[in-house]
């Protein structure tokens, strides 16, 4: 199983990126994705997930009306849209994936089983 995010980047206060998540190996219709992020000197930390089917998704509190999740089972692919982003939104983000159709709102990091490489977002003020 490999996941791969990416799109993250530099960003002023108030821009928007994109992150994405592909896999493969992995039947990706069974699977719940989560995205995660850690900035420097804290713990990892979720941000949204959402369920296999996509029907379901959750997010932060400090994210909330600001992020998308969203996917395209046909392309294995989750995506992340990020906008209004401000300083703090700054870290590594991480997508997750479990073979388990749900995405339960009080998702950590223990629910998810298979983890790809984190992609930097940087949003200066």
């Known amino acids: 199983v490999q996941l791969q995010a990416s799109g993250g980047g530099k960003v002023q206060a108030g821009g928007s990126l994109r992150l994405s998540c592909a896999a493969s190996?992995?039947?990706?219709?069974?699977?719940?994705i989560g995205w995660f992020r850690q900035a420097p000197g804290k713990e990892r930390e979720g941000v949204s997930c959402i369920s296999s089917a996509g029907g379901t998704t959750n997010y932060a509190d400090s994210v909330e009306a600001r992020f998308t999740i969203s996917r395209e089972n046909g392309k294995n692919t989750v995506y992340l849209q990020m906008n209004s982003l401000k300083p703090e939104d700054t870290a590594v983000y991480y997508c997750?994936?479990?073979?388990?159709?749900?995405?339960?709102?009080?998702?950590?990091?223990?629910?998810?089983?298979?983890w790809g490489q984190g992609t930097q977002v940087t949003v200066s003020s």
């Open positions: 190996g992995l039947n990706w219709n069974y699977f719940a």
């Open positions: 997750a994936a479990e073979r388990n159709p749900f995405c339960y709102s009080n998702f950590e990091i223990l629910d998810f089983s298979f």
